[in-house]
């Protein structure tokens, strides 16, 4: 099974940068896309940025034009890069993978969703 563990979380000032990596490892399994998501307290989990094995990228409004997200397919890691960092940005970072498995000849498949433990960060003024 493929197991995510996530690394970069810190404490940091307003404006600051932080670098999240994620690495996927114990599967030999196609990862279709893989991201990054965010939790605050007293919110819902949402979405920061994915990207795919094709190099596809999404981000939330919020982050657009101050976080990157990227991938290193050959070592199945992800990366995200936080530059000027907000206190709105203070959260727990999960890494999420969508793992392509095929269920048959003709090629059909299933996506898995695998999510690691979370990487804090803090924003503070």
């Known amino acids: 099974q493929v197991q995510l563990t996530e690394s970069g979380g810190g404490s940091a000032r307003v404006g600051d940068s932080l670098r999240l990596s994620c690495t996927a490892s114990g599967s030999s399994s196609s990862i279709a896309a893989m991201g990054w998501y965010r939790q605050a307290p007293g919110k819902e989990r949402d979405l920061v940025a994915e990207?795919?094995?094709?190099?596809?990228?999404d981000y939330a409004d919020s982050v657009k034009g101050r976080f990157t997200i990227s991938r290193d397919n050959a070592k199945n890691m992800v990366y995200l890069q936080m530059n000027s960092l907000r206190p709105e940005d203070a959260a727990i970072y999960y890494c999420k993978a969508k793992i392509k498995r095929v269920v048959n000849v003709e090629g059909a498949y299933r996506i898995l969703e695998v999510w690691g433990q979370g990487t804090l960060v803090t924003v503070s003024s």
């Open positions: 990207i795919t094995s094709g190099g596809l990228t």
